[in-house]
């Protein structure tokens, strides 16, 4: 029998701490989480990005015994913990999931990733590269696969379903959620783990900043992701997890589950014109998307009361944001547009959270950084005054090399 | 026109109307079924980077010199298996006669990739820890544009001007074959009305030498099911398959290759590295394969295994197919393509797909390279050496039991010019 | 043989290193405890981290069809056979 698909529960472990109370209180404060990255090893250039929003207490022993840690990588740490946090506010246990029936009893597992564990990796590397092809490590390798975090979170709960990591960039955790909503909805599973997961290296930081892609100091302004406005000259690159439970309504309700969000629409799409580390410049098309979902929905765009954006202060990423925001609503004025990024970073489904946080009222403060609107945008986000509680929200996640995905969320009653 | 999600999927029939395949058998479908039918092995000496400090020196590598070469006008850094990808994608349209300039906007790219352009950014950061030791200049840095796990995917949307939904998962081994799965399910919910569904993955020293750590590659060509099977063989390419609801192919006047009938994935949930000793997974990957393409076990004619050649998979695999097969499963023909074109990772799913839908429209089951005793454990029906004809064979299984446990299972179905019941 | 507990030590820190046994001192591995299964609970992959370890430290090649075998069942069964390599490959001085 069909059912809607519902989030039930959140955990995360990100730069501002372990759990929702920390986030709503630097999302409230409206001010970056940030910490210098350490650029001791030599790898940074002169003059660039020096911040990153890192998980500062790695302690993961509340959720993982030492014993089941010892092997395996931060990411997968990160992902088994908070799919512990996220299960527990579900009001779940792994008692429950470990060999539940066959079919759909077992949990589903979409998480995003866009680097994968870039620690394992690069070590590897380095031990291939300069002491030779067999001192390569074998927990090294089996961690620097992509789908290691979903593998271990998987074997930590007992989660037998599908087991699926996208790595689509800033598309990732918005696809995560989309395909785990379609597959309890489609009846494939009853229960998914969606998200994101994520860590930053100095290696990484390093070589992001090299590209150009990250905020940094610029003449008489500081080093700071200024998502929309005319002086953004990068973003903040931000680690950690953040994974949900989505499940179906009908369960949630019959076993009296608190539900936080009700997935009632995604959609994804392309943009040729984009490079392979870059945005591109087609914003109409990825508009005609986005507004065809909004039609679809009762009350349309203007039934969406607040925008949860991707945008994260990258040049051309937040340009095109900003285009197709405004050419989806066409005459009718942008809801507020809520910007989590300037305070947690890009990465680890830095938007998930506070979209959930925002459908709950929670106060959400200045989007830090922005000061001077940019015509060529045209968007500015939230301002920190009051705002209505959003019975809708949309989510949006534009992905450097042109992928799009979108995710709207209510607020379920 | 994308709607509020809403409803069950609709049971609609997905058809492949387009094949593209580059491995080390050459750079088409042609070459590869040529090579799959042969019997004879792609997996020997290779020099994609310098494997002497390794305990093996095989794999089955892509003949790059036989290859389009650098697309012009195109910008320089494709990585290799971006090149791959492009190359199978625009095969794959081409031979179903898409128009993309008419229907770009509504097709989408559903990829699979364990390593992206990992063998250009091995050599990015061999000269970047060359230049930090004071030897040589620091590289720059733009060939790691073409790095990450999306990029092959990306790379063929742009290719093709792609509109419509583009996502790269990277599930390890069963990426490629979860990519079409992934894929088949959204043609059947109307999120787009074409898909370009597969995987590309290059040789690397990374994988090669990881795999290698594990001990889990074979000195000599791996030898699925055989006795003195001791490992597997890394291989690399690209395949993809075009995935379009019937009705809209009918429409258009393309011709069905196959029916893609059922698809499905799940997790061992058991250990990183081994599969569970039982292959219970993988059997349950199978069975809800089956029942998605509303087939009876009895009604699968073949099957091509992940069969990588390692003693614990095979093994495992066995199992499963006894699980579900029965003691049938010591009767149904059984074959390996890692046995002729390595192990390509990320891409295998999807290669090892092109394989087992070339048998169907061939009615035979390309066969295994001869040599080696079949393991006694392992009591399947191996086609060694000749393929095996099966004119009647009619459906058909291919499974992917995947590094941390992923599992997924595809059923493709001969397609019925007189009209289709599924 | 004077060797052995030398040797025995060097292969108790390694386990404790390679493997991340995180809370365990090297001297609270018994020398014939199991280390695979029971005891330590140690696994496959365990193992071949182990191999990469050992090769890298005493210089000496282990074969694929060793690992895990009887010859790594307990630190003094590893302690023999490392010591038996060594000799083997003429290198006596690399365990004082």
New interface residues.
């Given amino acids: 029998m ?1 059912s809607e698909a519902v989030i039930t529960g959140l955990g995360m472990i990100g730069p501002c701490g372990h759990g929702r109370g920390a986030l709503a209180a630097a999302l409230a404060a409206g001010r970056p989480v940030t910490a210098e990255v350490d650029r001791s090893a ?2 940074h250039r002169e003059g660039g990005a020096q911040l990153a929003a890192l998980v500062g207490e790695r302690d993961v022993s509340r959720w993982i015994h ?1 014993a089941a840690a ?2 395996i990588s931060l990411p997968s740490k990160f992902a088994v913990s908070a799919a512990r946090m996220a299960l527990a506010d579900a009001g779940l246990a792994d008692a429950g999931l470990a060999d539940a029936g ?2 759909p009893d ?1 949990v589903g ?1 979409y998480l995003a990733t ?3 564990s870039v620690l394992s ?1 690069e070590k ?3 031990r ?21 975090p ?3 979170l ?2 930590a ?13 800033e ?1 990732g955790p918005l ?1 995560a959620v989309a ?1 785990g ?2 597959a309890v ?3 494939l599973v009853n229960r998914a783990l969606v998200g994101a997961v994520e860590e930053v290296t100095p290696l990484l930081h390093a ?1 992001l900043d ?2 150009g892609a990250l905020a940094r100091a610029e003449g008489p302004l500081p080093e700071m992701p200024r998502p929309f406005d005319r002086r953004r000259n990068g973003f903040l690159a931000g680690e950690g997890a953040t994974l949900l439970v989505l499940e179906r309504e009908d369960d949630a309700r019959a076993r009296g589950a608190r539900v936080l969000a009700r ?10 014109t ?4 870059d945005w591109g410049d087609g914003h109409a ?1 990825l508009a005609a ?1 986005l507004r ?2 909004l039609d ?2 009762p009350g349309g765009a203007s039934g969406v009361s607040a925008v949860v954006s991707g945008a994260s202060g990258a040049r051309r990423g937040d340009r095109i944001e900003g285009r197709v925001l405004r050419a989806a609503w066409g005459k009718v004025p942008l809801p507020p547009v809520l910007v989590p990024k300037a305070v947690v970073g890009e990465y680890g489904g830095g938007i998930l959270a506070p979209a959930l946080l925002a459908l709950e009222g929670a106060p959400m403060g200045p989007t830090p950084g922005f000061e001077e609107p940019d015509p060529e945008v045209g968007v500015a986000p939230h301002d920190g005054g009051a705002r209505e509680i959003p019975a809708r929200v949309l989510l949006t996640g534009l ?1 450097s ?3 799009a ?1 979108w995710v709207v969320l209510e607020r379920a009653s | 026109m994308p709607r509020a999600d809403s409803g069950p999927s609709p049971s609609r029939t997905v058809v492949v109307t387009g094949l593209g395949a580059v491995s080390a058998l050459g750079w088409n479908v042609a070459s590869f079924w040529e090579g799959l039918r042969s019997g004879r092995t792609a997996i020997g000496p290779f020099d994609r980077f310098d494997h002497s400090g390794h305990r093996t020196h095989v794999a089955a590598q892509v003949d790059l010199a036989a290859g389009p070469g650098r697309p012009r006008g195109k910008p320089p850094r494709l990585s290799l298996a971006d090149r791959f990808a492009v190359a199978a994608a625009r095969e794959a349209v081409a031979r179903a006669g898409l128009d993309l300039g008419a229907c770009g906007g509504r097709t989408g790219v559903y990829f699979g990739s364990s390593t992206g352009g990992m063998i250009e950014s091995e050599a990015y950061f061999a000269a970047f820890l060359e230049a930090a030791a004071g030897r040589g200049r620091r590289p720059a840095v733009g060939v790691l544009a073409s790095q990450q796990y999306n990029s092959p995917g990306d790379a063929v949307a742009r290719d093709l001007g792609i509109g419509g939904p583009v996502q790269t998962i990277s599930a390890a081994c069963a990426s490629g074959a979860m990519a079409i799965g992934d894929a088949v399910r959204a043609i059947r919910r109307g999120e787009a009305d074409a898909a370009i569904a597969g995987g590309s993955d290059s040789l690397c020293r990374l994988t090669y030498a990881g795999f290698n750590a594990l001990r889990a590659v074979d000195e000599r060509p791996c030898r699925p099911f055989r006795e003195a099977r001791a490992g597997l063989s890394l291989g690399e390419g690209a395949a993809t398959v075009l995935l379009e609801p019937l009705d809209r192919a009918l429409a258009r006047g393309a011709r069905p290759l196959v029916v893609a009938a059922g698809e499905a994935a799940t997790c061992d949930a058991y250990h990183m590295t081994s599969p569970h000793p039982e292959g219970i997974g993988a059997a349950e990957a199978i069975r809800e394969a089956l029942a998605d393409a509303r087939l009876d076990p009895a009604e699968i004619d073949f099957v091509n295994a992940h069969g990588t050649g390692t003693p614990l998979n095979d093994l495992a695999e066995c199992k499963a197919l006894y699980a579900v097969f029965g003691d049938r499963a010591g009767d149904l023909p059984v074959t390996s393509t890692k046995s002729l074109v390595g192990h390509l990772l990320g891409s295998a799913g999807a290669l090892e797909a092109v394989g087992t839908i070339l048998c169907l429209l061939a009615g035979e089951v390309h066969p295994m390279p001869d040599g080696g005793a079949p393991d006694p454990a392992i009591r399947l029906r191996l086609v060694l050496g000749r393929p095996l004809s099966l004119p009647r064979a009619r459906q058909a299984l291919s499974t992917s039991l995947g590094f941390g446990g992923a599992n997924a299972a595809l059923v493709f179905t001969r397609y019925r010019d007189e009209g289709h019941v599924l | 043989m004077s060797k052995t507990p030398a040797l025995r030590s060097r292969i108790k820190h390694l386990l404790v290193d390679a493997l991340h046994l995180e809370g365990l001192s090297p001297s609270d591995i018994a020398d014939d405890a199991p280390l695979f299964g029971e005891g330590l609970g140690l696994d496959s992959v365990d193992a071949l981290e182990l191999v990469v370890a050992l090769e890298k430290e005493f210089k000496v090649p282990i074969q694929s069809h060793e690992v895990g075998k009887e010859a790594f069942a307990s630190v003094s069964a590893l302690a023999a056979f490392i010591e038996g390599r060594l000799d083997a490959v003429g290198n006596a001085d690399a365990t004082s």
């Fill in positions: 069909y030599g790898l030492p010892r092997r066959a079919g077992r597992v866009a680097f994968g990796t590897l590397l380095r291939i590269l300069l002491e030779g092809a067999q001192a390569a490590q074998p927990f090294d390798f089996s961690e620097c696969v992509a789908n290691a979903a593998a271990q998987a074997i709960v007992g989660a037998r379903g599908p087991n699926e990591t996208l790595t689509q960039r598309s696809l395909r909503a379609q909805r489609e009846g070589l090299r590209f997935v009632v629409w995604s959609g994804a799409a392309f943009d040729a984009a490079s392979a580390a098309p998307v065809a979902g679809s929905l992905a090399g042109g992928a995905a």
